[in-house]
Protein backbone atom coordinates (compact mmCIF):
# COMPACT_ATOMS: atom_id res chain seq x y z
CA UNK A 1 0.00 0.00 0.00
CA UNK A 2 1.48 3.09 -1.19
CA UNK A 3 0.54 7.02 0.64
CA UNK A 4 -1.13 8.88 -2.34
CA UNK A 5 -3.84 11.08 -0.50
CA UNK A 6 -2.62 14.77 -0.55
CA UNK A 7 -3.50 14.75 3.66
CA UNK A 8 -1.46 11.31 3.68
CA UNK A 9 1.82 12.52 2.02
CA UNK A 10 1.43 15.98 3.97
CA UNK A 11 1.59 14.27 7.42
CA UNK A 12 4.71 12.28 6.07
CA UNK A 13 6.08 15.46 5.25
CA UNK A 14 5.44 16.66 8.76
CA UNK A 15 7.59 13.93 10.58
CA UNK A 16 9.93 14.44 7.58
CA UNK A 17 9.91 18.10 8.63
CA UNK A 18 10.05 17.17 12.67
CA UNK A 19 13.02 15.00 12.21
CA UNK A 20 15.02 17.54 10.71
CA UNK A 21 14.32 20.16 13.12
CA UNK A 22 15.44 18.23 15.55
CA UNK A 23 12.01 17.64 17.06
CA UNK A 24 11.98 14.80 20.06
CA UNK A 25 9.42 14.23 22.87
CA UNK A 26 8.54 11.61 25.33
CA UNK A 27 4.40 10.88 25.68
CA UNK A 28 3.81 10.28 29.37
CA UNK A 29 0.47 8.61 30.62
CA UNK A 30 -2.28 10.71 30.23
CA UNK A 31 -3.44 10.89 34.11
CA UNK A 32 0.64 12.37 33.81
CA UNK A 33 -0.54 14.96 30.69
CA UNK A 34 -3.25 15.99 32.57
CA UNK A 35 -1.34 16.74 35.17
CA UNK A 36 1.39 18.87 33.68
CA UNK A 37 -1.54 20.46 31.48
CA UNK A 38 -3.46 21.61 34.46
CA UNK A 39 -0.79 23.64 36.17
CA UNK A 40 -1.22 26.59 33.55
CA UNK A 41 -5.00 25.55 31.65
CA UNK A 42 -4.48 28.92 29.36
CA UNK A 43 -1.14 28.06 28.27
CA UNK A 44 -0.22 28.47 24.80
CA UNK A 45 2.38 26.43 22.59
CA UNK A 46 5.87 27.93 22.81
CA UNK A 47 7.28 25.80 20.39
CA UNK A 48 6.80 22.90 18.29
CA UNK A 49 7.05 20.27 21.35
CA UNK A 50 3.83 21.87 23.08
CA UNK A 51 2.11 21.83 19.82
CA UNK A 52 2.24 18.31 18.95
CA UNK A 53 3.67 16.59 21.88
CA UNK A 54 1.30 18.53 24.61
CA UNK A 55 -1.01 19.43 22.33
CA UNK A 56 -1.69 23.01 23.16
CA UNK A 57 -3.39 25.41 21.16
CA UNK A 58 -1.18 27.58 19.06
CA UNK A 59 -1.24 31.24 17.30
CA UNK A 60 -0.53 29.93 13.66
CA UNK A 61 2.44 32.51 13.64
CA UNK A 62 4.75 30.64 15.76
CA UNK A 63 5.11 27.64 12.93
CA UNK A 64 6.13 29.61 10.02
CA UNK A 65 4.51 29.28 6.71
CA UNK A 66 6.03 25.67 5.50
CA UNK A 67 4.70 23.73 8.32
CA UNK A 68 1.91 25.10 8.61
CA UNK A 69 0.99 24.68 5.05
CA UNK A 70 1.35 20.69 5.36
CA UNK A 71 -0.83 21.02 8.47
CA UNK A 72 -3.49 22.54 6.29
CA UNK A 73 -2.84 20.51 3.37
CA UNK A 74 -2.67 17.25 5.84
CA UNK A 75 -6.45 18.39 7.57
CA UNK A 76 -4.60 18.47 11.02
CA UNK A 77 -5.97 21.70 12.26
CA UNK A 78 -8.99 22.34 14.51
CA UNK A 79 -10.10 25.52 15.57
CA UNK A 80 -10.40 26.89 19.36
CA UNK A 81 -11.11 30.02 20.98
CA UNK A 82 -9.52 32.90 20.49
CA UNK A 83 -8.88 32.73 16.57
CA UNK A 84 -5.80 29.88 18.01
CA UNK A 85 -5.52 26.15 16.65
CA UNK A 86 -4.35 22.64 17.65
CA UNK A 87 -3.18 19.91 16.23
CA UNK A 88 -5.41 16.98 15.41
CA UNK A 89 -2.51 14.97 15.90
CA UNK A 90 0.47 14.45 18.36
CA UNK A 91 4.18 13.35 17.52
CA UNK A 92 6.09 11.44 19.99
CA UNK A 93 9.23 9.78 19.39
CA UNK A 94 11.08 6.06 19.57
CA UNK A 95 14.37 6.28 19.52
CA UNK A 96 15.56 7.53 16.14
CA UNK A 97 11.92 7.62 14.37
CA UNK A 98 8.59 9.95 14.52
CA UNK A 99 5.38 8.54 14.94
CA UNK A 100 1.89 9.77 14.68
CA UNK A 101 -0.86 8.97 16.98
CA UNK A 102 -4.27 10.95 17.78
CA UNK A 103 -4.67 14.18 20.10
CA UNK A 104 -5.08 14.48 23.73
CA UNK A 105 -7.38 13.32 25.07
CA UNK A 106 -8.01 10.15 23.14
CA UNK A 107 -11.71 10.05 23.97
CA UNK A 108 -12.86 9.10 20.04
CA UNK A 109 -13.51 5.53 19.56
CA UNK A 110 -11.45 5.00 16.53
CA UNK A 111 -8.12 6.69 18.85
CA UNK A 112 -4.91 5.94 17.79
CA UNK A 113 -2.90 5.37 21.55
CA UNK A 114 0.78 5.94 22.04
CA UNK A 115 2.07 6.23 25.71
CA UNK A 116 4.54 4.27 28.33
CA UNK A 117 2.69 1.10 27.13
CA UNK A 118 4.14 1.53 23.86
CA UNK A 119 8.09 2.36 24.78
CA UNK A 120 8.12 -1.02 27.00
CA UNK A 121 6.12 -2.95 23.99
CA UNK A 122 9.36 -1.54 21.79
CA UNK A 123 11.74 -2.68 24.45
CA UNK A 124 10.45 -5.81 24.98
CA UNK A 125 10.73 -6.60 21.24
CA UNK A 126 14.33 -4.92 20.64
CA UNK A 127 16.00 -7.12 23.38
CA UNK A 128 13.92 -10.44 22.33
CA UNK A 129 14.89 -10.05 18.78
CA UNK A 130 18.62 -8.89 20.03
CA UNK A 131 18.96 -11.78 21.57
CA UNK A 132 17.35 -14.61 19.42
CA UNK A 133 17.11 -13.03 16.00
CA UNK A 134 14.81 -13.66 13.27
CA UNK A 135 15.47 -15.61 10.31
CA UNK A 136 16.05 -13.55 7.37
CA UNK A 137 13.22 -13.20 5.25
CA UNK A 138 10.92 -14.28 8.19
CA UNK A 139 7.12 -13.04 8.05
CA UNK A 140 6.46 -11.08 11.13
CA UNK A 141 2.56 -10.09 11.69
CA UNK A 142 1.96 -7.00 14.31
CA UNK A 143 -1.53 -7.70 14.94
CA UNK A 144 -3.15 -4.65 16.19
CA UNK A 145 -0.80 -2.68 15.05
CA UNK A 146 -2.12 0.65 16.15
CA UNK A 147 0.84 3.48 15.27
CA UNK A 148 3.11 0.63 13.73
CA UNK A 149 5.16 0.82 17.28
CA UNK A 150 5.79 -3.26 17.44
CA UNK A 151 6.69 -3.34 13.71
CA UNK A 152 9.26 -0.61 13.46
CA UNK A 153 10.90 -1.64 16.30
CA UNK A 154 11.03 -4.90 14.88
CA UNK A 155 12.52 -3.91 11.23
CA UNK A 156 15.36 -2.06 13.25
CA UNK A 157 16.70 -4.79 14.32
CA UNK A 158 15.97 -6.77 12.05
CA UNK A 159 15.27 -5.40 8.60
CA UNK A 160 15.34 -8.41 6.73
CA UNK A 161 12.24 -9.12 8.09
CA UNK A 162 8.69 -9.21 5.72
CA UNK A 163 6.39 -7.61 7.74
CA UNK A 164 2.51 -7.43 8.17
CA UNK A 165 0.57 -4.81 9.81
CA UNK A 166 -3.34 -5.51 11.07
CA UNK A 167 -5.97 -3.68 12.81
CA UNK A 168 -9.60 -3.56 13.34
CA UNK A 169 -9.48 0.42 12.73
CA UNK A 170 -8.93 1.92 9.58
CA UNK A 171 -7.38 4.89 11.38
CA UNK A 172 -4.73 2.78 12.95
CA UNK A 173 -3.73 1.34 9.75
CA UNK A 174 -3.51 4.76 8.29
CA UNK A 175 -1.22 6.24 10.85
CA UNK A 176 1.09 3.05 10.79
CA UNK A 177 1.53 3.17 7.35
CA UNK A 178 2.66 6.81 7.38
CA UNK A 179 4.86 6.36 10.37
CA UNK A 180 6.84 3.03 8.32
CA UNK A 181 7.04 5.44 5.57
CA UNK A 182 8.48 7.63 7.75
CA UNK A 183 11.19 5.06 8.83
CA UNK A 184 11.88 3.49 5.61
CA UNK A 185 10.26 0.54 6.33
CA UNK A 186 8.13 -1.81 3.95
CA UNK A 187 4.97 -3.22 4.79
CA UNK A 188 1.27 -5.25 4.24
CA UNK A 189 -1.43 -3.21 5.87
CA UNK A 190 -4.58 -5.57 6.57
CA UNK A 191 -8.10 -4.17 8.05
CA UNK A 192 -9.10 -7.11 10.41
CA UNK A 193 -9.54 -8.49 13.20
CA UNK A 194 -7.02 -10.37 14.83
CA UNK A 195 -5.59 -12.87 11.64
CA UNK A 196 -8.96 -13.59 9.96
CA UNK A 197 -7.50 -11.96 6.70
CA UNK A 198 -3.78 -12.86 6.92
CA UNK A 199 -3.07 -15.33 4.49
CA UNK A 200 -0.20 -18.51 4.95
CA UNK A 201 1.79 -18.88 7.69
CA UNK A 202 3.68 -16.34 9.79
CA UNK A 203 7.31 -16.83 11.48
CA UNK A 204 6.74 -14.22 14.32
CA UNK A 205 3.42 -12.49 15.52
CA UNK A 206 3.57 -9.69 17.70
CA UNK A 207 0.83 -8.26 19.69
CA UNK A 208 0.74 -5.49 21.94
CA UNK A 209 -3.57 -5.89 23.23
CA UNK A 210 -5.30 -3.39 24.76
CA UNK A 211 -5.73 -5.38 28.59
CA UNK A 212 -8.08 -2.34 30.65
CA UNK A 213 -11.99 -3.13 30.95
CA UNK A 214 -13.46 -0.07 29.26
CA UNK A 215 -17.25 0.88 30.12
CA UNK A 216 -17.16 2.48 26.46
CA UNK A 217 -15.95 -0.75 24.76
CA UNK A 218 -13.28 1.31 22.81
CA UNK A 219 -11.14 -1.43 20.48
CA UNK A 220 -8.10 0.64 21.28
CA UNK A 221 -8.91 0.21 25.48
CA UNK A 222 -11.31 -2.45 26.61
CA UNK A 223 -9.09 -6.10 26.65
CA UNK A 224 -12.79 -7.94 27.53
CA UNK A 225 -13.18 -10.52 29.84
CA UNK A 226 -10.78 -11.79 32.43
CA UNK A 227 -10.36 -8.74 34.06
CA UNK A 228 -9.10 -7.07 30.47
CA UNK A 229 -7.13 -10.17 29.23
CA UNK A 230 -9.31 -11.85 27.42
CA UNK A 231 -8.58 -10.43 24.18
CA UNK A 232 -4.97 -10.57 24.75
CA UNK A 233 -5.65 -14.72 25.25
CA UNK A 234 -7.85 -14.49 22.02
CA UNK A 235 -5.18 -13.13 20.05
CA UNK A 236 -2.32 -15.73 21.27
CA UNK A 237 -4.76 -18.59 20.28
CA UNK A 238 -4.91 -17.21 16.88
CA UNK A 239 -1.34 -16.54 16.71
CA UNK A 240 -0.26 -19.80 18.05
CA UNK A 241 -2.81 -21.69 15.23
CA UNK A 242 -0.78 -19.97 12.40
CA UNK A 243 2.81 -19.88 13.61
CA UNK A 244 4.90 -21.55 11.42
CA UNK A 245 7.61 -24.58 13.00
CA UNK A 246 10.13 -22.35 15.18
CA UNK A 247 7.67 -19.29 15.18
CA UNK A 248 7.07 -17.43 18.28
CA UNK A 249 4.84 -15.13 19.52
CA UNK A 250 5.61 -12.28 21.30
CA UNK A 251 3.14 -10.68 23.92
CA UNK A 252 2.93 -7.46 26.04
CA UNK A 253 0.12 -7.37 27.97
CA UNK A 254 -1.37 -6.45 30.99
CA UNK A 255 -2.39 -8.96 34.26
CA UNK A 256 -5.03 -8.54 36.87
CA UNK A 257 -3.50 -10.06 39.79
CA UNK A 258 -6.09 -11.17 42.78
CA UNK A 259 -4.97 -12.62 46.04
CA UNK A 260 -1.45 -13.11 44.41
CA UNK A 261 -2.38 -15.04 41.88
CA UNK A 262 -2.11 -14.36 37.86
CA UNK A 263 -4.94 -16.45 36.38
CA UNK A 264 -3.78 -14.63 33.18
CA UNK A 265 -0.62 -16.92 33.20
CA UNK A 266 -2.18 -19.69 34.26
CA UNK A 267 -4.68 -19.72 31.43
CA UNK A 268 -1.58 -18.99 28.76
CA UNK A 269 0.16 -21.71 30.14
CA UNK A 270 -2.22 -23.99 29.36
CA UNK A 271 -2.88 -23.08 26.05
CA UNK A 272 0.81 -23.20 25.14
CA UNK A 273 0.59 -26.41 26.83
CA UNK A 274 -2.09 -27.96 24.50
CA UNK A 275 0.21 -26.38 21.57
CA UNK A 276 3.04 -28.43 22.94
CA UNK A 277 4.83 -24.78 22.64
CA UNK A 278 7.71 -23.34 25.41
CA UNK A 279 6.76 -19.96 27.28
CA UNK A 280 8.49 -17.45 28.86
CA UNK A 281 6.67 -15.33 31.32
CA UNK A 282 7.64 -12.50 33.48
CA UNK A 283 6.55 -9.02 34.98
CA UNK A 284 7.71 -6.09 33.41
CA UNK A 285 6.13 -3.95 35.86
CA UNK A 286 4.15 -4.62 38.51
CA UNK A 287 1.62 -2.09 39.65
CA UNK A 288 0.59 -0.11 36.63
CA UNK A 289 -3.01 2.11 36.26
CA UNK A 290 -3.68 1.83 40.04
CA UNK A 291 -6.89 4.69 39.57
CA UNK A 292 -8.52 1.31 37.81
CA UNK A 293 -8.86 -0.17 41.20
CA UNK A 294 -11.53 2.54 42.32
CA UNK A 295 -13.46 1.38 39.65
CA UNK A 296 -16.57 -1.76 40.21
CA UNK A 297 -14.97 -4.02 37.81
CA UNK A 298 -11.23 -4.19 39.81
CA UNK A 299 -12.97 -4.68 42.94
CA UNK A 300 -11.37 -7.68 43.80
CA UNK A 301 -8.25 -7.03 42.14
CA UNK A 302 -5.40 -6.30 44.14
CA UNK A 303 -2.78 -4.72 41.51
CA UNK A 304 -2.39 -4.92 37.80
CA UNK A 305 0.84 -5.76 35.98
CA UNK A 306 2.42 -5.45 32.78
CA UNK A 307 3.77 -8.96 31.73
CA UNK A 308 6.05 -9.71 28.61
CA UNK A 309 5.46 -13.77 27.07
CA UNK A 310 7.28 -15.31 24.48
CA UNK A 311 5.50 -18.44 23.30
CA UNK A 312 7.79 -20.82 20.80
CA UNK A 313 6.49 -23.63 18.74
CA UNK A 314 9.18 -26.34 18.23
CA UNK A 315 11.05 -26.20 14.83
Known sequence: ??????????????????????????????????????????????????????????????????????LRTADALASVEGGRQKSRYRVSS???????????????????????D????ANLIRDELASLPSRDGA?????????GVGAIAAARVCPELRIAMTDINPHALRLARINAKA????????????????EGPIGMAIANPPFIIDPIQRHYRDGGDMHG????????AAALDRLSPGGRLI?????????????????????????????????????VFGEELDTPA???????????AVVSLPG
Open 298 to 308: YRDVERIAIVG
Open 1 to 70: MTITAPTDASLAALLDHLKGHGYHFTTPTPATHARVLARAPDREAADLRDVFGWNLPFDPAILGNELYAL
Open 139 to 147: RLVDIGTGS
Open 183 to 198: AGIAAQYIHCANLDDV
Open 118 to 121: SYRF
Open 251 to 287: LYTGSAIIKGRDSFREALSDLAAERSCAIRYRELDPD
Open 94 to 116: LEHDLLLHSAYPTNDADAVFFGP
Open 229 to 236: AGVSYQMA
